[in-house]
């Protein structure tokens, strides 16, 4: 009677445990493809439409500005910050705010990680953060997550 009662009871365990093992895998695999999808540094969010094609370091992005006499506008980001992800899937990610940043001046994407030396040359203390140089000083900053009317008022207030 022992042995009957052991054996029905491992038999509902591996019903129990069998779709939920099918859950987590499926899970997993779910993880893996968005990750192979946006690569292993995106932290799930693309580079916004307004910094695709631009500069991606300080010294770069301020070369280019200074060439073209133009503004320079550092977002300041990294994959693993969460606000930086909401930023660019918000404010970063309206129409309106990528033809204003391209209007204004250079964009650049500054990766905190990848660009340290860059990032501490602007005194980036905290991410995200969009920073306007004109000739390699700074002429504005706005920190946090922002929204897409913040940042547009905060570009047409930046001096030309």
């Known amino acids: 009677?022992?042995?009957?009662?052991?054996?029905?009871?491992?038999?509902?365990?591996r019903v129990v445990i069998g779709p939920f093992a099918a859950i987590v895998i499926g899970a997993l695999f779910l993880i893996a493809l968005q990750w192979y999808r946006n690569g292993p540094n995106?932290?799930?969010?693309?580079?916004?439409?307004?910094?695709?094609?631009?500069?991606?370091?300080?010294?770069?992005?301020?070369?280019?500005?200074?060439?073209?006499?133009?503004?320079?506008?550092a977002f300041a980001t990294a994959s693993w910050c969460g606000p930086?992800?909401?930023f660019k899937q918000g404010a970063l990610a309206d129409q309106r705010v990528t033809d204003a940043l391209r209007a204004t001046g250079i964009p650049a994407y500054i990766d905190v990680d990848k660009d340290q030396a860059g990032a501490g040359s602007l005194k980036?203390?905290?991410?995200?953060?969009?920073?306007?140089?004109?000739?390699?000083?700074?002429?504005?900053?706005?920190e946090g997550v922002r929204s897409a009317k913040e940042v547009l008022d905060w570009l047409s207030e930046l001096p030309k």
């Not at 009677?1 to 365990?13: C, F, I, K």
């Not at 980036?124 to 706005?142: K, N, W, Y």
């Open 124 to 142: 980036v203390f905290s991410i995200p953060v969009l920073i306007a140089l004109r000739d390699g000083r700074e002429v504005g900053r706005m």
């Open 1 to 13: 009677m022992t042995v009957s009662l052991l054996t029905r009871s491992t038999s509902r365990r």
């Open 42 to 73: 995106s932290g799930g969010v693309s580079i916004p439409a307004a910094f695709l094609g631009q500069p991606q370091t300080v010294a770069a992005g301020v070369a280019r500005a200074s060439a073209e006499k133009k503004v320079m506008i």
């Open 84 to 86: 930086c992800q909401a």
